[in-house]
């Protein structure tokens, strides 16, 4: 299967937004932030670490088909809402079978990133092959919205949906 190489400084929250890791949000004074956001960076270690985790975790996916290494690599990098992270996940979730756990994944992509087309593709092929191909037409849809009809993410689940790929 073609797969699509994510932007790493999107995956390693660029953009000027750092992964968060937990979600979480607060409404502390800026001094207790300035702390906190200190010790998170000290507990989950420099932007440089995460995206050769990110890195390696992909090739794990998608050179070596090793899924559950992937998913133990990922959730290491303490970032399980970056919506890449997220993502991939969910993607090696799928490819071992873990449908209900893959659902979840996408669904935590996509509250990081409503846009994000690659999440909706492989959602879209999540539904298809839960046998719910209305669903996957609409998610199709939010793809062509997000990123026109000649993107990778497109042509995938189009691909998937109209049977000429499996997913």
């Known amino acids: 299967m073609d797969f699509i190489a994510p932007d790493i400084a999107a995956a390693a929250g660029g953009g000027g937004v750092a992964p968060s890791g937990g979600g979480e949000t607060s409404t502390q004074s800026p001094p207790a932030q300035q702390k906190k956001s200190h010790a998170k960076k000290n507990r989950s ?9 990110y890195k390696a975790a992909y090739a794990l996916i998608y050179e070596k088909g090793e899924y559950e ?3 133990t690599a990922l959730r290491a990098l303490d970032h399980d809402n970056n919506a890449d ?3 991939l996940i969910g993607y090696a979730s799928r490819k071992l079978g873990r449908y209900d756990d893959a659902k979840v994944w996408y669904e935590r992509s996509l509250a990081a990133d409503p846009n994000h087309a690659v999440t909706w593709s492989y ?5 298809a ?3 719910n191909v209305l669903k996957a037409k609409e998610d199709l849809d939010k793809v062509r919205l997000i990123c026109g009809t000649d993107c990778k993410a497109y042509t995938m689940l189009k ?5 000429t790929i499996v997913y």
């Open 69 to 71: 290494a992937a998913i």
């Open 85 to 87: 992270v997220a993502n």
């Open 123 to 127: 959602y879209g092929m999540w539904q």
């Open 159 to 163: 691909n998937a949906i109209d049977g």
């Open 129 to 131: 092959g839960q046998g």
């Open 45 to 53: 270690g420099s932007l440089e670490d995460f995206v050769a985790g």
